[in-house]
C-alpha cells in the first residue's frame, strides 16, 4: 500500500491547494498541520481504521496530549487497534494557516484573513485528506467547535465518513452563545493594541483584550456548580475583596483563578487566530443553504451518536436532544453527568472512556451505508 | 394614628440618619427614596399592612409600574387592601444616595462612596422606616438584588418582618456569579473615561464601559431559550454579518439588540452606582459573620416563601432549593417555568399573579412568630 504518514506523533504541515471560503474569499494554498497515533490499515478510498478527531477552540492537532485518557494503546481510542489522526484548524495557530502566519506576499496575514467558517475549515482538512492520499475515514469525533466540523462533515462528504461523534455541540449557533462570543470578539477588537487586527509588527498585541475574551468564555466552559465548589466567595489568599471601599486589586478567589485563564491563553494564543476561530462558531450553521436546519440534519446519511453534557451552559443539553430528534442516522445519544459544564468532555475521563468505548462498539455492530454500497468494504481490523 | 406617608405614588426622599458601613465607612445622612400606594391600616409598631417591596439592580421606587401586573387595585399585592412601600436602595441613583449624589463637602460622591453590602441597603432602609415612624411591616417581598436584602431583612430584622417572599436568589454569591459580575466591573472601570469613578466633572462618562457590562448582564437575565426563539442566527436588518471579511458593523441581529440593551441603560442609569449596586452583589453572603451559611439561614424565624425560575442561570433553581432545605422557617416553594430565564419574576405575569396571590393567601392562614409572641398582634385588615 502506497499510502504514508508521518512518524507517530510527529507534526506535519501540508499544503493543501487554494481554499475559496463559504462567503467567496480565497485562500492560496494554506497548509494543515497534523499528527496520527496508531498504524494505518485498510483501504485508503475504501474501508480502513483511521478515526478522525477535532479538536475545539483553541485545541490543537496534539490529541493524544489533550485527549489522553481516551487516546492511547488500550485506551477507548485504542492506538494498538486505530490510526488517530488529528488536525490544527483552519484559522489556529498551531501550525495551520491563520491569521498570525507567514502571508505569501509578506508580513502576516491579520486582517487580509477571511472570516472562515466552519465548513471553511472542513473543506481545508478534506483537502489535507485529498493531499495525503486518503478517501475515507472510518469515524470522526469531536467535542465543541470539533463537534461542530463533525456534524459538518458528515452533511458536505457523508461519502468519506463511515461512522460520527458529535459532542457537546449544536445544528447552529444559538443566539445567546452569537451573544457572549461576540462580547469576547468586542473586547478583543476595542483593545487600542487591535489595530484592526494588524498588531503583529506593533509592539504590543491586545493581549489584555483575549484575557478578557477568555475570562468570559471560562465562564461559558466551566459549570457554575465546579466553580462554585473551588472558589465560593472565598477571598484570594494575602487580598480583601471586602473592605471599606472598593479596590480592583483586591480579588476573590475566583476573579485570581478566571485573572489567570486569561494569562494562560494570552500565553499561547493569538488574538487574530481567536477571533477569526470564534467567528466561524458565530457562522455555524447546518441549515444554511440547506433548506433549513432540519433538512439538513434528516439528509444526513452517517451513522452519528451525539453526546452533551447535564449543566452545558454553553451548548445546553437540550441542543444535542435537538439532534438527536433530527438526524436522519442517529447511531446513539448518551449524556455525561457532570458539574463541569461543557468541558466535561475534555475532563470526566471514565465517563468519556465509557461513551467511546460504546461509540466503537456501535460502529462495530452497526453496519455504515458504505457497507450495504459495497460489500467490499467489509474488512478485518 | 400619627403615623403618615406621602399621597399615593409620590417621590419622597428622606435623610435617614447617618449609616457605618457593614467595612466599617461612613455614610453620614444618606438620602432614601421612597413610593407608597395603598392606605396604611393598623398599628406602626404592630400587626398592620404594610408590604415592602425590593427592587432588582437597576430598578427604582416605582414598582406600581415595574411591577404593574402584580401592584394595583385587584391585583395579587391589592392596594385596596395593602399598603405597598418601595424603597430607592441606597446606591442607587433613583432620589436614594449613592455614587452619583452632590456629597456634602461638594461635588459628587464618586469614589468617595464606599463599598457597600446588601446588608447596608437594609441597614439604610430599616433607618427610613424608623425615620417615619414604622416598626414593623406584614411582609419583605423582592427578587433577585431585591431578594437578596429580603432575605437579609429576614435575618437582620426578624422582629419587623411577619413574612417574607424571596425570589429568584440566593444564600450568598456563587463563584460564577462573582466571575461575570466582576467582568462586568472590569469593562466599566477599564474603561478610559472611568477616571477611578471620579468622571462626573469630565466631559464623557465611561458610556462604552457600562454599555459593555449592560450586554453581558443581559445575557445572565434572559433565558437562551428566549433570546433564541426571538433572534436566533438572523443578521441585523441591512447587516451582513457572513460576509468575506469580519466587519464589527455587520451585526447579528442579537447584537444589535443587546447593543440596544446597553444604550437604554446608559441614558437611564449611571456607572458608578451599577459598579456600587454590582459590588453589593459580589459581597452578598448570608452566612458571613454567622456562623456560616447554613446555621445563618437555620436561624430564621421569618415564615418565608422562596420562589425560582427553572430557566435561571444567574441565580440556578438549586440554589432556591437550597434556601428552600436549610432556612429556619419555609413558607412555601414554587417554581416558574419559563423560557426568559432570571427576568422571569418581572416578566411572566400569569405565574407571577398565581404566586404572589398563593403567598399572600399563606400569610393569611399561617400566624407569624409575632402572632405568638404577642395575641395582641392579631387584626383585621
Same sequence: chains 1, 2.
Avoid at 492511547?72 to 491569521?99: F, R
Avoid at 483586591?250 to 485573572?259: G, H, I, K, M, T
Wanted: overall charge negative.
Amino acid at each position: 500500500m502506497s499510502f504514508t504518514l508521518p512518524p507517530e506523533g510527529e507534526l506535519q504541515r501540508v499544503g493543501v491547494g487554494s481554499v475559496t471560503t463559504e462567503a467567496g474569499a480565497a485562500i492560496p494554498d494554506p497548509t494543515i498541520a497534523f499528527q496520527r497515533w496508531g498504524e494505518f490499515r485498510g483501504d485508503p478510498f475504501g474501508a480502513n481504521n483511521v478515526l478522525l478527531v477535532e479538536h475545539a477552540l483553541t485545541g490543537d492537532s496534539n490529541a493524544a496530549e489533550w485527549w489522553c485518557e481516551v487516546i492511547g494503546p488500550g485506551k477507548a481510542l485504542d492506538t494498538d487497534t486505530w490510526c488517530v489522526i488529528c488536525t490544527n484548524a483552519l484559522g489556529s495557530c498551531y501550525g495551520s494557516t491563520g491569521p498570525a502566519s507567514e502571508h505569501p506576499d509578506g508580513g502576516r496575514w491579520g486582517s487580509r484573513f477571511p472570516a472562515i467558517s466552519i465548513r471553511d475549515q472542513v473543506t481545508a482538512e478534506k483537502q489535507l485528506l485529498a493531499a495525503l492520499g486518503l478517501g475515507r475515514v472510518r469515524a470522526v469525533l469531536g467535542g465543541s467547535m470539533g463537534g461542530a466540523r463533525t456534524l459538518e462533515w458528515t452533511l458536505m462528504y457523508p461519502e468519506m465518513v463511515d461512522y460520527a461523534c458529535v459532542l457537546a455541540v449544536s445544528a447552529r449557533a444559538s443566539a445567546w452563545q452569537i451573544g457572549i462570543q461576540t462580547a469576547q470578539l468586542s473586547a478583543i477588537t476595542r483593545d487600542p493594541n487591535w489595530h484592526g487586527g494588524d498588531y503583529y509588527d506593533k509592539p504590543s498585541g491586545p493581549d489584555a483584550g483575549l484575557a478578557a475574551a477568555r475570562r468570559l468564555a471560562h465562564l461559558t466552559y466551566r459549570g457554575e456548580l465546579e466553580i462554585d465548589e473551588r472558589f465560593g466567595t472565598s477571598s484570594q489568599a494575602g487580598e480583601n475583596p471586602l473592605g471599606a471601599y472598593r479596590d480592583d486589586d483586591q480579588r476573590f478567589a475566583v476573579q485570581s483563578y478566571l485573572d489567570h485563564q486569561g494569562v494562560k491563553l494570552v500565553e499561547r494564543f493569538d488574538a487574530g487566530c481567536y477571533v477569526t476561530l470564534t467567528e466561524t462558531l458565530n457562522r455555524h450553521d447546518v441549515g444554511r443553504g440547506r433548506g433549513g436546519l432540519n433538512k439538513a440534519l434528516a439528509s444526513s446519511k452517517v451513522p452519528t451518536m451525539i453526546v452533551g453534557v447535564d449543566t452545558d451552559i454553553l451548548y445546553p443539553y437540550h441542543q444535542q436532544e435537538h439532534l438527536s430528534r433530527n438526524l436522519g442516522n442517529l447511531l446513539a445519544m448518551s449524556k455525561l453527568s457532570s458539574p463541569v459544564g461543557h468541558d466535561a468532555f475534555l475532563v470526566e475521563a471514565r465517563q468519556m472512556d465509557i461513551i467511546l468505548r460504546k461509540f466503537i462498539a456501535l460502529t462495530e455492530q452497526t453496519p455504515s451505508p458504505h457497507d450495504f454500497a459495497s460489500r467490499s468494504g467489509a474488512y478485518d481490523i
